[in-house]
């Protein structure tokens, strides 16, 4: 069901909708129909949706879509960038919850990195000189959907705090394509997940190499670029940024998965009046296992100095220690005015700013050994890094 007015959740019904709202009707013909059809068949066998969900879910569902039809206008109308490649200097990754935000944070703090905001996300177009896609309108209507996120999941800020032009996971970029972590995240998709868990992305890999193109303004520095969604995908990121720097974050899984197990139900929560704690316990450790086995398998056939590995313990230690070290791998000055930035950003953003976020494997059907047992390669490769 939808609202009055809204998009069933069916694949012709949320194309109509969105093919209404744009006045546009190309939305490309390189396999995206079928992940969509994929997840949406997922959320009608073990969503278990509310009113809520069933009145959400279709509209970003719709946003998603609507984004792919003004991005294949703009292709249309620009052609040479069909064919772009974006400059990708470094990307962040690791498990969730283990400081890739922090660091993403801060390297966005440099003028000579160009990071995706959360006002480009929602919208992955170069904005217009006026209108409803300029840029203080595109900055209003993103910050109008934080408000709505943290109305409908008020932890969400503590767990995990966005801004309007702060800097945004590319994960953003992959819900064009339908193929995201976020989306799985919100419902519980278990065939969709599965799927993800083991598919090769390069179709996507390619259209997230545009939609970084077409954003790419005049003078732009090299992307940095930051999703724990790459750790399954790194043959993917590495066919289609060959010469990006991968930075890899660890941290103790056990704290890790605990910490992403309370995000998800955060986010999962106000879609469903039967969230099984226990349920959001195994699809995180089963994912987490999954993009860890993955990750190991295709780190060993990188090229040697392709990965920096990075210590959670120590990033929050001695962050500008950490970032200063990313500088010498990359060949490049870290300049005071940076340094100088990054430090207050430090202060103005302590750990627990809007309050301790507190979470147990418990309460989530899972035990120490159980997590231990699923990341136990992964534990004796990075003892080193995993330390609390």
């Not at 919850?97 to 440099?110: K, P, Q, S």
């Not at 929560?269 to 190991?296: C, K, N, W």
């Not at 302590?350 to 231990?372: I, S």
Request: hydrophobic fraction near 40%; aromatic fraction near 6%.
């Amino acid at each position: 069901m939808a609202e009055p007015g809204g998009a069933e959740l069916v694949v012709p019904s949320l194309l109509e909708e969105a093919r209404r709202r744009t006045g546009l009707f190309d939305a490309g013909e390189d396999g995206f129909s079928d992940t969509l059809e994929r997840y949406v068949q997922s959320c009608h066998a073990t969503g278990e949706l509310n009113e809520t969900g069933k009145q959400v879910l279709p509209k970003v569902l719709v946003r998603h879509l609507a984004n792919r039809l003004y991005l294949q206008d703009h292709l249309r109308r620009h052609p040479q960038l069909a064919t772009s490649r974006a400059a990708v200097s470094l990307v962040i990754t690791g498990l969730p919850r283990t400081g890739t935000t922090l660091l993403h944070n801060l390297l966005a703090l440099d003028p000579n990195h160009r990071v995706l905001r959360l006002w480009e996300a929602l919208h992955p177009l170069p904005p217009a000189a006026e209108g409803r896609f300029s840029r203080p309108a595109l900055l209003a209507q993103a910050r109008t959907w934080l408000e709505r996120l943290y109305e409908l999941a008020p932890a969400f800020r503590l767990i995990h705090e966005a801004r309007p032009e702060g800097p945004e996971e590319c994960d953003a970029l992959f819900q064009n394509d339908f193929a995201s972590q976020h989306l799985e995240d919100m419902v519980e998709v278990e065939a969709y997940s599965r799927w993800l868990d083991r598919a090769r992305l390069r179709r996507e890999y390619a259209s997230f190499s545009r939609q970084l193109a077409v954003l790419t303004r005049p003078g732009d520095g090299s992307w940095v670029l930051k999703s724990p969604s790459h750790l399954g995908h790194l043959d993917d990121l590495v066919e289609a940024f060959p010469h990006a720097l991968v930075v890899h974050c660890h941290r103790h899984p056990v704290p890790a998965i605990a910490s992403h197990a309370s995000l998800v139900a955060t986010v999962r929560q106000p879609y469903t009046d039967r969230m099984v704690p226990a349920a959001i316990g195994r699809h995180v450790l089963r994912r987490g296992e999954a993009s860890m086995s993955r990750a190991l398998q295709v780190r060993t056939a990188m090229a040697p100095g392709a990965v920096v590995d990075i210590a959670y313990a120590e990033l929050r230690r001695q962050p500008l220690a950490v970032v200063a070290t990313l500088y010498d791998r990359l060949g490049r000055t870290l300049e005071q005015a940076t340094t100088n930035a990054m430090r207050g950003w430090l202060a103005d953003n302590p750990q627990h700013k809007h309050g301790p976020h507190r979470y147990e494997l418990a309460n989530f059907g899972l035990d120490t050994a159980t997590v231990e047992k699923s990341f136990a390669s992964y534990m004796a490769h990075f003892g080193w890094a995993i330390g609390e």
